[in-house]
């Protein structure tokens, strides 16, 4: 009733997956979601912990809620009622998926502005722990790589596309010895590169990957990565993720609010 009180305006429902909870007290949380039309948004929540009537016995990752908002004049919304729509269990069965789907749900809380809506985004995110949870709890790599898949989106949702097919300098193919320009976002052939273009290493396969990868549908991705021609590839695709991930994590960093820890802990799952 006092949350009521406090009301400037009605409440309204929001499809939102979390990004956070974190325990305010005993048993209150603030919780940072993202939800379709809406974007990254907190919100209180009074009591949660343990509500079993309100909040389904508890906030949990890795589920798509309908949240009840109520708008409040000063300081945050009140989250009076969560309810799953759907939720994805299995994506809590293996240490590696924790991981990666923990990483998902960091890169979208680190690299995007609170009340800036985008609802492909949130399809692409739920997409990519739908496909989390359906694969076989070994298949690392193929997790590592729905993971790239979510990174090379949403870096060009938030307006930082890469270019890894021609040079973004001059237009030619990358050639030999091509590099990946952080500063510029971009492969860079032998002739433009320069110093001040903070450049990496990449292999011209691996860019031929992340072409490929930035511009195919995840299910056709994690389908031909499942195929017995690639499981026979099983060394290159970790060569591919270990390659290309460093050049998608400086990307990411560059635009990432704060430290990146789910990422780290996946760093020491694969080490
Ligand atoms: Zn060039």
């Not at 989250?79 to 240490?95: C, D, F, M, N, V």
């Not at 998926?97 to 998902?104: N, T």
């Not at 031909?224 to 591919?240: I, T, V």
Request: hydrophobic letters at 40%.
């Amino acid at each position: 009733m006092a949350a009521k009180i406090m009301s400037t305006e009605s409440s309204n429902d929001v499809a939102a997956i979390l990004l956070r909870v974190v325990d305010y007290s005993e048993k209150d949380q603030i919780v940072t979601f993202f939800g379709a039309g809406c974007g990254k948004s907190t919100a209180f929540a009074r009591a949660a912990r343990g509500s079993t009537r309100r909040f389904a016995g508890g906030l949990v990752l890795f589920c798509m809620y309908e949240l009840t908002l109520l708008p409040r004049r000063d300081g945050l919304p009140m989250l009076t009622q969560a309810t799953a729509l759907e939720s994805l269990p299995r994506l809590s069965g293996t240490l590696e998926k924790i991981a990666v789907g923990s990483a998902v749900l960091e890169l979208l809380r680190e690299t995007t502005e609170e009340h800036d809506p985008n609802d492909r985004l949130l399809y692409l995110v739920w997409s990519a722990l739908k496909t989390l949870e359906g694969l076989p709890a070994e298949a690392l790599q193929q997790m590592r790589l729905t993971l790239r898949w979510l990174e090379l989106q949403l870096l060009s949702e938030v307006g930082v596309g890469c270019s890894f097919a021609l040079c973004v300098r001059c237009g030619a193919e990358g050639g030999e010895e091509p590099a990946f320009g952080v500063v510029s976002g971009g492969v860079l052939c032998a002739r433009c590169q320069r110093p001040s273009d903070s450049l990496r290493p990449i292999s011209s396969r691996t860019l031929r990957g992340l072409e490929r990868l930035s511009t195919s549908p995840l299910a056709e991705v994690v389908a031909r990565a499942g195929s017995r021609a690639g499981r026979d590839l099983g060394e290159g695709l970790k060569q591919f993720n270990d390659e290309s991930g460093k050049v998608t994590r400086e990307m990411i960093l560059g635009h990432a609010s704060g430290a990146m820890k789910a990422y780290e802990f996946l760093d020491s799952l694969i080490a």
